[in-house]
């Protein structure tokens, strides 16, 4: 792509909390947000669900993997082939494995088959080139982070958290001049945060997440299980570190014996006392934690975080942005900058030793 030509790019993401393919427009040249196009969501039926939690863990061979792979290639064609006038696609595929320290990481989908079904060029497998570089593979929205502190005119530090199955932290210096220079940004994943109280729902409830946070709020937070899992040495390992969905199953273990309502109250402590941990990280203190993902709708979470931290938190809706949309418009925003050869992450945010643009590109792109 040309430099300076501002690109109609469409992204889509699948999440860990599995629950359905986001789909979103972002107008941009890379480096710059134009502006923000139409938003679609597919969800996953309970029983597309069921096929992707079986294959959780697995890797490209393994039991189910194909299964899964053809239903996120499915999903994502079916949400993606309802918008016009696009001339890129990001197409992140849906996590299934992913394990830094050996180097690895599995996001189910063939971005190829997408882009012969879709005829539209699609970048994809964005992490696999930062991980040969020796970087974690995540976070990947950061650069995007970036962006939008320039979009909403920031002047001081801020950052943005990602409630999603994993709680992900950007810290941002919207003063720096790009996102890729010294002290522009850090990011790393915060511990779980969506994920395990999920899989406490459905397992308990046969529901596929704590809707409102109205069970956590019945209940009480019990100081022993959240003390055992601050113990864990993720929380004092120097960022930039990045986790797999699955690395803190051990929470369902420490909330085992206890009844539905202070589970899940307890669970959700732990998900805000990750990032309370997080916080002692940042270079300067935010001037404001912007919020984004699904966590963001649970008031209980929200409420516990407003309280043990120092800055305002707020939803990304209080600064015009829209944070259920928001990775799958930093895959959009990532397709472009692959596209144009730009950096998509950088020491600060995975910990790989140099800049690296990651992404392989299917599909005829017009230069």
Known sequence: ????????????MSGTSLDGVDAAVVETDGVTISGFGETAYR??????????????????????????ARLVEDAHAQVLSGFDGIGLVGFHGQTLAHDPAGGRTHQAGNGARLAETLGCPVVWDFRSADMRLGGQGAPLAPFFHFACAKWIGAEAPLAFLNLGGVGNLTWIDPARPAPEADGALLAFDTGPANAPLNDLMMERRGLPFDAGGALAAQGKVVDGALELFLDEGYFLKIPPKSLDRDDFSLMLDLVRELDDADAAATMTAMAAAAVMQGMQFCPSPPERLLVTGGGRHNPVMMEMLAAGLDCPVLPVEDVGLDGDMLEAQAFAYLAVRVARGLPTSGPATTGVRATVGGGEISGMVRR
């Open 43 to 68: 969800a996953y039926s309970a029983q597309e669900q069921a096929v992707l939690r079986a294959a959780l863990g697995r890797w490209s061979g393994e039991k189910g993997v194909e299964q899964a």
């Open 1 to 12: 792509m040309l430099k300076g030509q501002v690109a109609r790019a469409l992204g889509a």
